[in-house]
């Protein structure tokens, strides 16, 4: 079944750099690839999602790249700024219509001023 | 619209102790899931729904039930409480894409 594992599961930058997750699977016949930002206390929300038909997805500072070869996908944030702390949680959906997700374990990001 | 709404926002049981997180959305959407949240562990999947009269089982569906009489409303049941379910629910809805989840209920169970 579908399986992914998150990496790393912190991550401290200083503020204006770049943070990198990534995120690796198992189950090839996935097609939707969404990553989702939780702040301390919130529900989680979508800040940017890529499909298996495309490589690379970019909005703003953040951007998603694909490799569907190798089943790994990760976020690129760019210029980070304090208020990108927060959780961050990769998913995805396997071939079967049926709306589930599953997601990986979690970074906590924290950006230091 | 009010999105996917989630009662209650706390809950605090006792071991064997049963009660039902409700779970509505106004989108009409298909699918909807429940997930818990534990430190470390991200969101696990429950149960999840692909329409009404529709349910299936997620990766943790011990302990729980639910059940899909309407589009709208998408209820967990916890038969007997257990201190291992103590964690944060949530409820999403989806078109088959994004998911939209609820705001949550905080579950203790002592």
Not at chain 1, 44 to 65: C, F, H, W, Y
Not at chain 2, 85 to 103: H, I, K
Request: a neutral charge; hydrophobic letters at 30%.
């Amino acid at each position: 079944g579908e399986n992914v594992e998150q990496h790393p599961s912190t991550l401290s930058v200083q503020e204006g750099d770049s943070a990198v997750i990534k995120c690796t699977y198992s189950d090839s016949a996935s097609n939707y690839f969404p990553w989702y930002k939780q702040e301390l206390g919130k529900r989680p929300q979508l800040i940017i999602d890529i499909r298996s038909n495309v490589g690379e997805k970019k909005d703003q500072r953040i951007a998603v790249t694909l490799n569907k070869t190798a089943k790994h996908f990760s976020l690129h944030i760019t210029e980070t700024q304090p208020e990108d702390s927060a959780v961050y949680f990769c998913a995805l959906r396997g071939s079967s219509n049926t709306g589930k997700l599953i997601f990986g374990q979690g970074t906590t990001l924290q950006v230091k001023p | 619209n009010a999105g996917v709404t989630q009662t209650p926002k706390f809950q605090v049981l006792k071991t064997g102790q049963s009660m039902t997180l409700q779970c509505a959305q106004d989108m009409n959407h298909e699918y909807m899931s429940w997930y818990r949240q534990d430190p470390g562990m991200g969101l696990r999947l429950i149960h999840y729904s692909v329409g009404a009269g529709i349910t299936d089982q997620g990766e943790v569906p011990n302990g729980y039930n639910v059940s899909r009489s309407t589009t709208e409303d998408f209820p967990l049941r916890l038969l007997s409480a257990a201190p291992s379910q103590t964690s944060v629910y949530f409820c999403a809805s989806s078109l088959g894409y994004e998911q939209y989840f609820g705001p949550g209920t905080r579950l203790t169970v002592t």
